[in-house]
């Protein structure tokens, strides 16, 4: 039975894992953090999101950026400090406009398909996520984004997409909860949301099941590729008291590695001798708890973006409503900026009569590569493969995303299933 070592511990780390057990592989799961499910897949927006399959690579995109630069609480922010990571990345996407349609429609198909994966294990397996099958709303406040919708609408739809428009008593209809005037508004009904940190931790537990190891708490230091596998040399965390300083470092050897270690990955490529060129872009939730019948019930289910904001939102439960938005380009910086969070506060409080005196902020680094398309392949050593850079898309694609490269795995080393 061959062994295959997966870098990464989120969502695509452990959807990567469960696939590669169900085809008989032997699997043993790599992670900096002590748990799985901790960084990126820890509290970004929830949505399950076909209709937000659109790459952000056109003119308008880069026009916006522009204009939105210099105003601290604008959707996108791009801090113009040189760093050449940065700029090669912004050059590549610049390239890649000219792939805006096809990338489109390729990515609205493989939202469609993982959603069909995921679901079939979430049943499979019994994991509770708080799964909301309500569809996915976005409004809007103008006729001119209404009618830049109508165009993007066209390629999801072609993509296979179920979504149509909805007036503004439709807006309402749909979602209730919902003040303000709009112009209007599209409505994918098959869309939905889900506690993605819950359910890599239900999945990580299934794993572990089916004998899959988690070999948490260790960050990769070198790698060695062999002619049949591939050995790293791990350390683990010293400030972990848990840890015995003889275990401090240890060699850990496998017939092949995936690696789906998320804004990580461009470390570990280059430790393969692989280029890849994913850069993380920041994003900021807040998760709004809900402890009074009045915001209970004023809330929305129906999971919503509002384009102009660029804010998500999904109910996950009862009790936990999730605000979610921004894209920052900063490097890999982790902080969490009040003059990040405060605009998703203040949308809340504009737009539901909920209580926001209690809410919880997070961020995380997107992985994105610069034609916003995960990267299934394979590297340049032997047995070396990727499922990563996914972007703003992981926990929409990241099911169909590890069925493919289950594949591409297969091809390269085949193992009898019972």
Known sequence: MPHVIIIGAGITGVTT???????????????????????????????????????????GTILKGLRWMLKQDAPVLFNPKPSWHKYSWIGEFISNIAHYRDNTIETVRLAIEARNHLFAIAEREQIDFDLQRRGILHFYHDRKSYDAATRTNELLVSGGLERFAVTPAEVKQIEPTLRGQYYGGYFTPSDSTGDIHRFTRGLASACERRGVRFRQGVTVESVECLQRGVRFLLSSDKTDQEVPARQSLEDVAGDAVVVCAGVGSRRI???????LNVYPVKGYSITVHLEDENSVSQAPWVSLLD??????TSRLGAERLRIAGTAEFNGCNRD?????????????????????????????LRPMMPNMMPRVMKGRAPRVFYNTGHGHLGWTLSAATAAAVGKVVWEHLPTDVN
């Open 307 to 312: 384009e102009s904001a660029k804010i998500v």
């Open 17 to 59: 894992a469960y696939t590669l057990s169900e085809l008989g592989y032997q699997v043993t799961v790599i992670d900096r953090h002590r748990y799985p499910a901790m960084e990126t897949s820890f509290a970004n927006g929830g949505q399950l999101s076909a209709c937000n399959a659109e790459v952000w690579n056109s003119t």
């Open 336 to 364: 969490i900026r009040m003059d990040r969070i405060d605009p998703l506060i203040r949308w809340v409080n504009q737009n539901f009569t909920v209580n926001t005196s209690r809410v919880v902020p997070w961020s995380g």
């Open 269 to 275: 490529a280059s430790l393969l001798g692989d280029r």
